[in-house]
Protein backbone atom coordinates (compact mmCIF):
# COMPACT_ATOMS: atom_id res chain seq x y z
CA UNK A 1 0.00 0.00 0.00
CA UNK A 2 1.52 3.13 -1.11
CA UNK A 3 -0.04 5.65 1.71
CA UNK A 4 1.80 8.62 -0.05
CA UNK A 5 -0.42 8.52 -2.58
CA UNK A 6 -3.52 8.27 -0.48
CA UNK A 7 -3.12 10.91 1.48
CA UNK A 8 -3.02 14.91 1.64
CA UNK A 9 0.69 16.17 1.88
CA UNK A 10 -0.58 17.89 5.48
CA UNK A 11 -1.65 14.47 6.79
CA UNK A 12 1.08 12.50 5.18
CA UNK A 13 4.38 12.93 7.87
CA UNK A 14 1.57 11.75 10.55
CA UNK A 15 -0.18 9.54 9.07
CA UNK A 16 3.14 7.78 8.21
CA UNK A 17 4.50 7.03 11.62
CA UNK A 18 0.63 5.16 12.69
CA UNK A 19 1.52 2.77 9.72
CA UNK A 20 4.98 2.47 10.16
CA UNK A 21 5.68 1.55 13.81
CA UNK A 22 2.41 -0.98 13.58
CA UNK A 23 4.09 -2.96 11.24
CA UNK A 24 7.36 -3.12 12.65
CA UNK A 25 6.13 -4.48 15.60
CA UNK A 26 3.85 -7.09 13.53
CA UNK A 27 7.09 -7.77 12.13
CA UNK A 28 9.05 -7.99 15.63
CA UNK A 29 11.31 -5.15 14.03
CA UNK A 30 13.02 -3.09 16.56
CA UNK A 31 11.90 0.50 15.88
CA UNK A 32 15.17 1.74 15.93
CA UNK A 33 15.96 5.22 14.21
CA UNK A 34 17.60 3.63 11.76
CA UNK A 35 14.82 0.79 11.24
CA UNK A 36 12.05 3.34 11.33
CA UNK A 37 14.22 5.17 8.46
CA UNK A 38 13.30 2.25 6.83
CA UNK A 39 9.92 1.49 6.76
CA UNK A 40 9.17 5.62 6.39
CA UNK A 41 10.68 5.86 3.28
CA UNK A 42 8.73 2.41 2.34
CA UNK A 43 5.13 3.90 3.60
CA UNK A 44 6.39 6.92 1.61
CA UNK A 45 6.36 5.22 -1.12
CA UNK A 46 9.21 7.27 -3.84
CA UNK A 47 12.40 4.75 -2.77
CA UNK A 48 11.05 2.68 -5.58
CA UNK A 49 14.07 -0.09 -4.66
CA UNK A 50 13.77 -0.10 -1.31
CA UNK A 51 9.71 -0.94 -1.63
CA UNK A 52 10.18 -3.51 -4.02
CA UNK A 53 12.98 -5.57 -1.97
CA UNK A 54 10.45 -4.55 1.53
CA UNK A 55 7.51 -5.82 -1.05
CA UNK A 56 9.72 -9.34 -2.28
CA UNK A 57 10.23 -10.32 1.63
CA UNK A 58 6.00 -9.40 2.66
CA UNK A 59 5.29 -11.52 -0.51
CA UNK A 60 7.57 -14.43 0.30
CA UNK A 61 7.04 -13.99 4.03
CA UNK A 62 11.02 -14.02 4.49
CA UNK A 63 12.02 -12.63 8.37
CA UNK A 64 13.37 -9.61 9.00
CA UNK A 65 16.22 -10.34 10.43
CA UNK A 66 18.70 -7.80 12.45
CA UNK A 67 21.10 -8.78 9.55
CA UNK A 68 17.97 -8.07 6.91
CA UNK A 69 16.89 -4.72 8.36
CA UNK A 70 20.83 -3.39 8.50
CA UNK A 71 21.52 -4.65 5.17
CA UNK A 72 18.30 -2.46 3.54
CA UNK A 73 19.33 0.23 5.32
CA UNK A 74 23.01 0.22 4.55
CA UNK A 75 21.46 -0.13 0.87
CA UNK A 76 18.81 2.54 0.70
CA UNK A 77 19.27 4.57 3.05
CA UNK A 78 22.49 5.25 4.41
CA UNK A 79 23.59 6.72 1.06
CA UNK A 80 20.62 8.81 1.18
CA UNK A 81 20.50 9.61 4.99
CA UNK A 82 20.26 13.50 4.60
CA UNK A 83 17.93 13.20 2.37
CA UNK A 84 15.46 11.50 4.30
CA UNK A 85 16.14 13.73 7.44
CA UNK A 86 15.33 16.50 5.08
CA UNK A 87 12.01 14.64 4.06
CA UNK A 88 10.95 13.71 7.61
CA UNK A 89 11.50 17.66 8.29
CA UNK A 90 10.19 19.04 5.51
CA UNK A 91 6.49 17.16 6.00
CA UNK A 92 6.30 18.01 9.63
CA UNK A 93 6.65 21.67 8.75
CA UNK A 94 4.29 20.81 6.22
CA UNK A 95 1.60 20.53 9.03
CA UNK A 96 2.96 23.72 10.94
CA UNK A 97 2.55 25.86 7.29
CA UNK A 98 -0.91 24.74 6.68
CA UNK A 99 -1.64 26.02 10.46
CA UNK A 100 0.27 29.29 10.30
CA UNK A 101 -1.69 29.91 6.39
CA UNK A 102 -5.62 29.27 8.65
CA UNK A 103 -4.16 31.36 11.01
CA UNK A 104 -3.63 34.02 8.24
CA UNK A 105 -6.43 33.87 6.26
CA UNK A 106 -8.62 34.51 9.83
CA UNK A 107 -6.50 37.43 10.29
CA UNK A 108 -6.99 38.46 6.75
CA UNK A 109 -10.68 38.11 6.90
CA UNK A 110 -11.25 40.45 10.17
CA UNK A 111 -9.18 42.87 8.98
CA UNK A 112 -11.14 43.22 6.10
CA UNK A 113 -14.24 43.21 8.23
CA UNK A 114 -13.14 46.11 10.20
CA UNK A 115 -12.14 47.86 7.25
CA UNK A 116 -15.59 47.36 5.46
CA UNK A 117 -17.26 48.59 9.26
CA UNK A 118 -14.62 52.03 8.74
CA UNK A 119 -16.21 52.37 4.85
CA UNK A 120 -19.86 51.73 5.98
CA UNK A 121 -19.34 54.27 8.83
CA UNK A 122 -18.08 57.11 6.68
CA UNK A 123 -20.81 56.02 3.67
CA UNK A 124 -23.49 56.19 6.72
CA UNK A 125 -22.26 59.93 7.93
CA UNK A 126 -22.18 60.94 4.03
CA UNK A 127 -25.73 60.30 3.18
CA UNK A 128 -27.96 58.96 5.83
CA UNK A 129 -31.05 58.43 4.44
CA UNK A 130 -32.66 54.61 4.38
CA UNK A 131 -31.77 53.59 1.22
CA UNK A 132 -28.32 53.85 2.14
CA UNK A 133 -29.00 51.98 5.91
CA UNK A 134 -30.28 49.23 4.19
CA UNK A 135 -27.18 48.37 2.00
CA UNK A 136 -24.54 49.04 4.95
CA UNK A 137 -26.47 46.70 6.62
CA UNK A 138 -26.73 44.08 4.01
CA UNK A 139 -22.94 44.11 3.79
CA UNK A 140 -22.39 44.17 7.02
CA UNK A 141 -24.51 40.68 7.55
CA UNK A 142 -22.27 39.40 4.51
CA UNK A 143 -19.16 40.18 5.86
CA UNK A 144 -19.81 39.19 9.05
CA UNK A 145 -21.68 36.06 7.70
CA UNK A 146 -18.39 35.32 5.86
CA UNK A 147 -16.25 36.07 9.21
CA UNK A 148 -18.61 33.46 11.11
CA UNK A 149 -17.88 30.44 8.40
CA UNK A 150 -14.24 31.35 8.06
CA UNK A 151 -14.35 30.87 12.23
CA UNK A 152 -15.95 27.76 11.60
CA UNK A 153 -14.12 26.52 9.43
CA UNK A 154 -10.90 27.42 11.10
CA UNK A 155 -11.99 25.93 14.16
CA UNK A 156 -12.73 22.50 12.34
CA UNK A 157 -9.19 22.56 11.14
CA UNK A 158 -7.74 23.68 14.26
CA UNK A 159 -9.06 20.34 15.72
CA UNK A 160 -7.74 18.45 13.73
CA UNK A 161 -4.81 19.57 13.52
CA UNK A 162 -4.40 19.61 17.29
CA UNK A 163 -5.26 15.78 17.06
CA UNK A 164 -2.44 15.28 14.27
CA UNK A 165 -0.35 17.02 16.30
CA UNK A 166 -1.03 14.83 19.76
CA UNK A 167 -0.74 11.72 17.67
CA UNK A 168 2.85 12.68 16.11
CA UNK A 169 4.25 14.12 19.75
CA UNK A 170 2.76 10.82 20.62
CA UNK A 171 4.88 8.54 18.21
CA UNK A 172 7.57 10.62 18.31
CA UNK A 173 7.75 10.32 22.31
CA UNK A 174 7.47 6.24 21.90
CA UNK A 175 9.87 6.26 19.08
CA UNK A 176 12.47 8.39 21.63
CA UNK A 177 11.63 5.89 24.11
CA UNK A 178 12.31 2.80 21.89
CA UNK A 179 15.62 4.36 20.64
CA UNK A 180 16.75 4.95 24.63
CA UNK A 181 15.80 1.14 25.47
CA UNK A 182 17.81 -1.58 25.45
CA UNK A 183 15.56 -4.28 23.26
CA UNK A 184 16.88 -7.45 25.17
CA UNK A 185 16.81 -6.44 28.91
CA UNK A 186 14.25 -3.46 28.66
CA UNK A 187 16.85 -1.53 30.58
CA UNK A 188 18.16 1.89 29.27
CA UNK A 189 20.64 1.62 26.40
CA UNK A 190 24.07 3.26 25.57
CA UNK A 191 22.78 6.17 24.26
CA UNK A 192 20.13 6.97 26.74
CA UNK A 193 23.13 6.56 29.50
CA UNK A 194 25.28 8.71 27.55
CA UNK A 195 22.64 11.50 27.72
CA UNK A 196 22.29 10.64 31.50
CA UNK A 197 25.60 11.07 32.67
CA UNK A 198 25.70 14.61 31.29
CA UNK A 199 23.16 15.82 32.92
CA UNK A 200 24.03 14.11 36.07
CA UNK A 201 27.59 15.55 36.01
CA UNK A 202 25.76 19.38 35.70
CA UNK A 203 23.41 18.47 38.79
CA UNK A 204 26.04 16.76 41.01
CA UNK A 205 29.62 18.28 39.94
CA UNK A 206 29.21 20.93 42.88
CA UNK A 207 31.19 20.21 46.04
CA UNK A 208 28.06 20.24 48.17
CA UNK A 209 26.87 17.46 45.97
CA UNK A 210 27.96 13.45 45.83
CA UNK A 211 27.56 10.74 43.28
CA UNK A 212 28.71 7.45 42.47
CA UNK A 213 28.82 5.49 39.14
CA UNK A 214 29.13 2.02 39.33
CA UNK A 215 30.44 -0.49 35.89
CA UNK A 216 29.07 -3.85 36.37
CA UNK A 217 30.56 -7.12 33.95
CA UNK A 218 29.13 -10.27 34.36
CA UNK A 219 32.40 -12.62 34.78
CA UNK A 220 33.21 -15.40 32.31
CA UNK A 221 30.20 -14.48 30.34
CA UNK A 222 32.23 -15.85 26.93
CA UNK A 223 32.56 -19.01 28.27
CA UNK A 224 29.15 -19.30 29.51
CA UNK A 225 28.08 -18.63 26.37
CA UNK A 226 29.68 -21.16 24.10
CA UNK A 227 29.07 -23.80 26.35
CA UNK A 228 24.95 -23.02 26.72
CA UNK A 229 24.15 -21.40 23.45
CA UNK A 230 23.36 -17.59 23.12
CA UNK A 231 19.53 -18.11 23.83
CA UNK A 232 20.64 -19.33 27.18
CA UNK A 233 22.98 -16.07 27.27
CA UNK A 234 20.00 -14.04 26.70
CA UNK A 235 18.08 -14.90 29.62
CA UNK A 236 21.30 -14.82 31.91
CA UNK A 237 21.83 -10.90 30.72
CA UNK A 238 17.70 -10.61 31.11
CA UNK A 239 18.69 -12.05 34.58
CA UNK A 240 21.27 -9.97 35.61
CA UNK A 241 19.15 -6.64 34.13
CA UNK A 242 16.40 -7.26 36.66
CA UNK A 243 18.42 -8.40 39.44
CA UNK A 244 20.79 -4.80 39.40
CA UNK A 245 16.64 -3.19 38.24
CA UNK A 246 15.16 -4.14 41.96
CA UNK A 247 18.47 -4.11 44.36
CA UNK A 248 17.87 0.27 42.81
CA UNK A 249 15.52 3.11 43.91
CA UNK A 250 14.68 6.38 43.01
CA UNK A 251 16.53 8.53 40.51
CA UNK A 252 19.10 5.84 40.51
CA UNK A 253 19.79 5.31 36.65
CA UNK A 254 20.20 1.64 35.56
CA UNK A 255 21.47 0.60 31.54
CA UNK A 256 23.12 -1.95 29.78
CA UNK A 257 26.26 0.19 28.77
CA UNK A 258 27.21 -3.07 26.11
CA UNK A 259 27.41 -6.87 25.59
CA UNK A 260 27.47 -8.28 28.94
CA UNK A 261 28.91 -4.67 30.81
CA UNK A 262 26.18 -2.46 32.90
CA UNK A 263 26.28 0.65 34.17
CA UNK A 264 24.51 2.37 37.47
CA UNK A 265 24.34 5.99 38.64
CA UNK A 266 24.15 6.82 42.39
CA UNK A 267 22.73 10.28 42.80
CA UNK A 268 23.10 11.37 46.17
CA UNK A 269 25.34 8.37 46.90
CA UNK A 270 28.95 8.57 48.77
CA UNK A 271 31.82 6.12 47.93
CA UNK A 272 31.29 4.21 50.92
CA UNK A 273 27.15 3.73 50.44
CA UNK A 274 28.30 3.13 46.65
CA UNK A 275 30.00 0.52 47.76
CA UNK A 276 27.65 -1.03 50.11
CA UNK A 277 24.65 -1.11 47.07
CA UNK A 278 27.15 -2.91 45.00
CA UNK A 279 28.57 -5.35 47.84
CA UNK A 280 23.98 -6.11 48.00
CA UNK A 281 24.33 -6.69 43.97
CA UNK A 282 27.16 -9.07 43.84
CA UNK A 283 25.64 -11.23 47.09
CA UNK A 284 22.26 -11.15 45.14
CA UNK A 285 23.70 -12.37 42.33
CA UNK A 286 26.40 -14.89 43.55
CA UNK A 287 23.46 -16.95 45.73
CA UNK A 288 21.13 -18.07 43.33
CA UNK A 289 21.36 -21.07 41.06
CA UNK A 290 20.16 -20.91 38.38
CA UNK A 291 18.38 -22.84 36.19
CA UNK A 292 16.23 -22.57 32.71
CA UNK A 293 13.16 -25.12 31.71
CA UNK A 294 9.76 -25.50 33.42
CA UNK A 295 9.60 -28.85 33.96
CA UNK A 296 12.94 -30.40 33.33
CA UNK A 297 14.85 -27.72 34.70
CA UNK A 298 18.44 -27.65 33.31
CA UNK A 299 20.63 -26.68 36.41
CA UNK A 300 23.04 -23.48 34.84
CA UNK A 301 25.00 -22.81 38.33
CA UNK A 302 25.98 -19.95 39.89
CA UNK A 303 26.80 -16.72 37.76
CA UNK A 304 29.20 -13.66 39.14
CA UNK A 305 29.84 -10.38 38.48
CA UNK A 306 32.35 -7.74 39.48
CA UNK A 307 32.13 -4.34 40.38
CA UNK A 308 33.98 -0.79 39.66
CA UNK A 309 32.93 2.19 41.53
CA UNK A 310 34.42 5.70 40.92
CA UNK A 311 32.61 8.84 42.92
CA UNK A 312 32.38 12.26 41.07
CA UNK A 313 34.83 14.94 41.02
CA UNK A 314 34.24 18.42 40.24
CA UNK A 315 36.79 18.22 37.33
CA UNK A 316 35.40 14.96 36.08
CA UNK A 317 33.34 15.13 32.69
CA UNK A 318 31.64 11.86 31.02
CA UNK A 319 34.54 10.20 29.72
CA UNK A 320 36.85 10.87 32.90
CA UNK A 321 34.14 9.56 35.20
CA UNK A 322 33.37 6.26 33.41
CA UNK A 323 36.92 5.45 32.86
CA UNK A 324 37.76 5.85 35.99
CA UNK A 325 35.38 3.40 37.14
CA UNK A 326 35.90 1.02 34.00
CA UNK A 327 39.86 1.19 35.73
CA UNK A 328 38.11 -0.15 38.92
CA UNK A 329 36.36 -3.00 37.27
CA UNK A 330 39.81 -3.97 35.63
CA UNK A 331 40.84 -4.38 38.98
CA UNK A 332 38.08 -6.69 40.15
CA UNK A 333 38.66 -8.19 37.37
CA UNK A 334 42.20 -8.86 38.11
CA UNK A 335 41.75 -9.48 41.91
CA UNK A 336 40.18 -12.95 40.83
CA UNK A 337 36.50 -11.49 40.19
CA UNK A 338 33.18 -11.71 41.80
CA UNK A 339 34.37 -8.92 43.94
CA UNK A 340 34.04 -5.02 44.29
CA UNK A 341 36.91 -2.49 43.66
CA UNK A 342 36.05 1.41 43.96
CA UNK A 343 39.13 3.75 43.37
CA UNK A 344 42.42 4.06 45.54
CA UNK A 345 42.55 5.66 48.60
CA UNK A 346 44.95 8.66 48.46
CA UNK A 347 45.87 9.68 51.93
CA UNK A 348 46.72 12.92 53.01
CA UNK A 349 50.08 13.75 54.44
CA UNK A 350 50.38 14.89 57.87
Known amino acids: MDVAQQLSETELSAKILRHAVPKMSELNIPVTPDNYAVWYEYYKGINLDLKRAIDGFLANRLAFTPEVCSSLYKTYIQVNSSEVIENVQIETQVLINSLIAKIASMTKGTSRFS ?66 TDQLTSLHNRR ?40 IGDK ?72 GIASLKPTDDKDSY ?29
Open 322 to 350: FLRADEALYRAKSSGRNCVVGEPVIETPI
Open 236 to 307: VLTYVAQALKSSVKGADFVARYGGEEFVILLPQTNHLNAQKVADNIRRKIAERNLTIGKEKKLPLGNITVSV
Open 115 to 180: ESLSEFDTALKEQPDQLVMQKLVDGVSLELEQIINTNLEMDKSLHSMTQEVDALKSEMAELRSVAM
Open 192 to 231: AFDQEVISHIDSFSQPNFESSLLVIDIDYFKKFNDTHGHL
